[in-house]
């Protein structure tokens, strides 16, 4: 499993830890452990896909960004994603003066929120940075969300 809900890890608002072999995988894994907080995934239908793209300096900034992304898209929107794919680079500018940056290209797959046809759970609000966390380990990447709902 990509991810895990953490209890205990605080008492108002849904902990996740998401793992990934590479950084894509690490993303794709803390957008589902989302989408699964907002609506069951499988009874979410690919009737829309929304791209962007993000740039930061850190892969915690990007994480972060990219995440407070899908919560906005479900704001303004009315939107509730299954799935998604991710790409990240790494652009190494000067070494020197360790001028680099992340960027995330990004499609969501989802649909409409439908109160009928969907299982809608709780509204995320935001992401916080309570606790947040975006390393590197041994046999890849973990990051620890916690989610105000």
Do not use: W
């Amino acid at each position: 499993m990509p991810y895990k809900f953490l209890e205990g890890f605080t008492t108002a608002d849904v902990a996740f830890e998401a793992r990934g072999k590479n950084l894509n995988e690490l993303f794709e894994s803390a957008a589902l452990a989302l989408f699964s907080i907002m609506a069951a995934p499988k009874k979410v239908k690919c009737a829309t896909s929304k791209k962007f793209s993000i740039e930061k300096k850190t892969l915690e900034e990007l994480m972060y960004s990219f995440l407070e992304e899908i919560i906005f898209l479900k704001d303004s929107e009315a939107l509730v994603f299954n799935s998604c794919k991710v790409n990240i680079s790494q652009d190494i500018q000067d070494t020197q003066d360790s001028k680099s940056s992340f960027k995330l290209n990004s499609i969501l797959y989802g649909d409409k929120i439908d109160y009928k046809k969907q299982e809608l759970r709780v509204d995320a609000k935001a992401i916080t940075m309570h606790r947040f966390e975006v390393k590197k380990e041994k046999n890849g990447y973990v990051a620890r969300v916690v989610v105000d709902i």
